[in-house]
């Protein structure tokens, strides 16, 4: 069964940092990319960085230039975003999604979700 959990949530002050992971099972990151995504109460959601299944990453978010990092552990079937000087403006639910090879910025080109993790930057 394909599979996505996301995990790292939680409440940060503003500068601070937070890594938040996305576990895949039942399927290979050899030929899934995986992208983060993150909506805020009232937005669309919005795509955040992606990591294509030969290992590029793609930022789609200008605002997150700097802060934000995308990596991968292939053999554990993990990704993580890293993010660093965490703003207010970054508040929003993460969602790790899966589709063949190559990155999208579009959501509607994912095809497999996984619930969400809250990230709420607040001092």
């Known amino acids: 069964q394909v599979q996505l959990v996301e995990s790292g949530g939680g409440?940060?002050?503003?500068?601070?940092s937070l890594r938040l992971s996305c576990a895949a099972s039942g399927f290979s990151l050899d030929y899934?990319?995986?992208?983060?995504?993150?909506?805020?109460?009232g937005k669309e959601r919005e795509g955040v960085l992606c990591i294509s299944s030969s290992n590029i990453n793609t930022k789609y978010?200008?605002?997150?230039?700097?802060?934000?990092?995308?990596?991968?552990?292939?053999?554990?079937?993990?990704?993580?975003?890293q993010m660093n000087s965490l703003e207010p403006e970054d508040t929003a639910v993460y969602y790790c999604a899966?589709?063949?090879y190559s990155c999208s910025r579009y959501?509607?080109?994912?095809?497999?979700?996984?619930?969400?993790?809250?990230?709420?930057?607040?001092?």
């Open 11 to 16: 409440l940060v002050h503003p500068g601070g």
């Open 32 to 41: 899934f990319a995986i992208g983060w995504f993150r909506q805020a109460p």
């Open 61 to 81: 978010a200008d605002s997150v230039k700097g802060r934000f990092t995308i990596s991968r552990d292939k053999a554990k079937k993990m990704v993580y975003l």
């Open 98 to 100: 899966t589709r063949p």
């Open 107 to 123: 959501a509607y080109e994912y095809s497999v979700w996984g619930q969400g993790t809250q990230v709420t930057v607040s001092s």
